[in-house]
């Protein structure tokens, strides 16, 4: 991996973007068209304040803004911008802004899908090296991965997330299934079936399908883009080879054990079903512990439901073959145009230190991207799974890494919905043809 950097081994401030190709997705380029430079935001009043603009969370990120402000003693000022809701919408925003080179985005909480869309518009300055040797060390390899764009660090590795195989072990007991070895999907189905219960998957038209549908694939050894390019002509999918294939196969019979509702069902559906429902099974992030814990607490939940919670890694796709679970989590970007690269970067690191996610960790429920974390009393003590997260990180894959994600996203939920009317030889092709018409620019969505 390297990490690129300028003559002078660090970033070189507003001018980093100018001169550039940008390479936008058609989303993206349409936000670009549609953005003025009103939208470009003005000085913040200090020459050292740094402006972060945040997901919204559980005010885990203005802490560590106000810890890492106290801590620099005045070198810079960190204060917290949210972004909306959605990551969609995050994107749409930041890209905007950046469009119209806004010099008062900092830094920013990048969802890691976007992050190659960013990085190849020369949005995002230049990690220096020795800041990329220190950021990356001890951090969980899908961590990295997502950070990187290019064989090149663009990003700065915060918080990690995946999902894990929740699952009852009064049920896993009945059923005579050792949860201490790895089980496949096809294994939770039979089991399924012999039972009466039913699987809790993301089967909802939304974002939470491509996140399902491409750890099915990169389980089975394969990638929803075999072959990647800036240039959309040549990007080739690898939706109809043997993985692609077997995902589309594990996706139809999920859904036949996925309860009336699985086409709307989304991670917050899912864990309610899991929660007061028949789902014996399901694969979700960590956040599933802390909420049923504090319906405990509440009142709004018995104590002996989350006593029955077992979990273990993501199902495999294949007995002889380890699972690539989701990845998911944020890192942080520095803005191109930010009138401050360096103070941004050290502020950065600040944010991404082992004792920042410790925190973020335990007290918003976001798991570290930095290995050490898992190890931490305080951690175990909040999760007890911390030891499953931390296997499943490393063994997690991103999502697509495309300048075009929006459009290969778009084009797999529109394919691939609902589960149970899929064709595991034809819509592989379908989705195929769909995604490949969207790039050339031939077909909307």
């Known amino acids: ?75 810079y000022t960190i204060e917290v911008s949210q972004l909306p809701r959605e990551s969609s919408q995050q994107r749409e925003q930041l890209i905007r802004r950046l469009a119209a080179e806004d010099s008062s985005i900092d830094i920013m909480s990048l969802d890691p899908p976007y992050i190659p869309e960013f990085a190849q518009a020369g949005f995002l300055a230049p990690v220096p090296q020795d800041v990329g040797q220190r950021v990356t060390e001890g951090v969980v390899q899908s961590a990295i991965d997502g950070a990187t764009w290019n064989d090149e660090l663009v990003t700065v590795p915060f918080w990690a997330n995946t999902q894990l195989l929740w699952y009852k072990k009064s049920l896993a007991e009945a059923a005579g299934l050792d949860m201490s070895q790895p089980v496949t999907w096809d294994q939770l189905v039979q089991v399924a079936q012999e039972q009466g219960t039913t699987i809790a998957a993301q089967g909802i038209r939304a974002e939470a399908l491509t996140v399902w549908l491409n ?163 305080a951690v175990l003590e909040a999760f007890p799974m911390a030891p499953v997260i931390r296997q499943s990180l490393e063994q997690a894959a991103p999502r697509p890494q495309t300048v075009y994600y929006n459009e290969v996203s778009g084009g797999l939920q529109r394919t691939y919905h609902p589960a149970s009317s899929i064709d595991p030889q034809r819509t592989p092709e379908q989705a195929t043809e769909l995604i490949e018409a969207v790039l050339r620019g031939d077909q909307l969505l």
């Not at 070189?12 to 349409?30: D, E, I």
């Not at 993985?243 to 709307?264: D, I, L």
Request: hydrophobic residues 40%; aromatic residues 8%; glycine residues 12%.
């Open 215 to 377: 750890a099915l694939i990169e389980s089975g050894g394969g990638s929803i883009i075999a072959e990647n390019s800036t240039d959309p002509d040549d990007i080739r999918l690898g939706l109809t080879s043997e993985a692609g294939v077997r995902a589309a196969e594990v996706m139809r019979s999920v859904s036949e054990v996925g309860g009336p509702a699985f086409s709307t069902s989304g991670e917050d559906a899912n864990v309610t079903d899991f929660e007061q429902g028949d789902a014996g099974f399901m694969v979700n992030w960590p956040f599933v512990w802390q909420r049923a814990l504090s319906a405990v607490e509440a009142g709004t939940l018995d104590a002996s439901v989350p006593e029955d919670y077992g979990w273990a890694l993501y199902p495999q796709v294949a007995p002889d073959q380890p699972s690539a679970p989701p990845y998911g989590g944020i890192n942080l970007g520095i803005g191109a145009f930010s009138e401050d690269v360096d103070a941004a970067y050290e502020a950065a690191e600040c944010i991404v230190s082992e004792e920042n996610q410790t925190y973020y960790f335990t007290t918003n429920g976001n798991p570290a991207a930095k290995a050490a974390v898992y190890d931490d009393p």
């Open 1 to 75: 991996m390297t990490v690129s950097k300028s003559p002078k081994g660090r970033p070189s401030g507003r001018g980093v973007a100018r001169g550039r190709r940008r390479t936008l997705g058609s989303a993206a380029a349409a936000a670009v068209l549609a953005s003025t430079l009103a939208a470009c935001g003005g000085d913040s009043g200090a020459a050292n304040a740094l402006t972060w603009y945040i997901n919204p969370d559980s005010g885990g990120q203005a802490e560590i803004a106000k810890r890492c402000t106290e801590a620099a003693g005045g070198a």
